[in-house]
């Protein structure tokens, strides 16, 4: 991969922050390179000494990967744009866009014999820490996919998905994920704070419980079932606090809120045909 010509087209902040994963793993800057319409965008990105221009068309027509991370409201016009030069050279494409499917992504490309990657990412990508979903159609080879995952695995967790109509769960899931954690942490520091904590210390308290329990649960070999028993005296402050979240019925708040937002994904995609 290390002399592939990867392109990215719109670089937004998802786009640098997998250029700058790559350049952290020693993905020479030379191979990279980088498109947007605003210049002076652009102009901010010249500190990483990565190739840069305006036009999408010589990006593409340099590229062996073209990464489509433009928004989806304009991919469609961009793909239109550049169609002619993907079919001629024909190098892995890339689209990170929400609700375009593989069959939308085909048609604006003119063609169905094109490796083609549809993917998830999510935004703690932008510190390293992302959780990314893929999903190849049957024209790519066992190299091309290694490639992608490599790009995105310089940002965070990998991981291949068996249907592509999975792509709207894992938008409900990693992709809306990082907001409802958010969420729960936002209100549990506002709870600790009318129960009489500073907010300074109520934030540094939640961040670091939430930071703790997310590493305990990466690198445990136990479940979070039984983590969570494992914080749960019989007759304790924990186990009261959970029994009030389950007759709360927030289990199913939170299946039913993942729905929603995998209903509105599939919406989208509908919407962009």
């Known amino acids: 991969m290390q ?9 937004g902040n998802m786009a640098i922050s997998l250029i700058q994963g790559l350049l952290k793993k020693n993905y020479p800057a030379k191979n990279i390179w980088a498109t947007n319409t605003n210049v002076e965008r652009l102009n901010k990105l010249k500190n990483l000494n990565i190739n840069l221009t305006t036009d999408n068309r010589y990006a593409a027509q340099m590229a062996n990967i073209v990464v489509l991370t433009v928004k989806p409201q304009i991919l469609k016009n961009v793909t239109l744009e550049i169609a002619d030069l993907i079919q001629e050279k024909k190098p892995l494409v890339i689209s990170i866009a929400v609700g375009i499917n593989l069959k939308s992504l085909e048609l604006y490309l003119s063609s169905k014999a094109l490796p083609v990657i549809r993917c998830m990412p999510n935004i703690p990508a ?5 959780a990314t979903a893929l999903f190849a159609n049957l024209n790519c080879s066992i190299p091309q996919k290694n490639a992608a995952e490599s790009i995105f695995r310089s940002v965070g967790t990998v991981v291949w998905l068996p249907k592509e109509e999975q792509i709207e769960v894992v938008a409900a899931l990693s992709g809306s994920g990082p907001a409802y954690f958010f969420l729960f942490i936002e209100a549990l520091e506002e709870a600790a704070v009318e129960l009489g904590l500073s907010k300074e210390i109520a934030n540094s ?3 670091q419980t939430a930071l703790g329990s997310a590493r305990m649960a990466i690198e445990s070999k136990k479940s979070l079932a039984e983590l969570r028993h494992q914080v ?5 402050t924990t186990e009261r606090a959970l029994e009030f979240l389950k007759t709360s019925h927030l289990p199913d708040i939170v299946k039913k809120a993942l729905k929603e937002a995998q209903n509105r994904a599939e919406k989208l995609s509908k919407d962009f045909k």
């Open 126 to 130: 932008l510190i390293g820490c992302g």
């Open 3 to 11: 002399n592939s010509i990867i392109s990215f087209i719109g670089a």
């Open 205 to 207: 308290l939640t961040l």
């Open 232 to 236: 749960t005296s019989p007759g304790g």
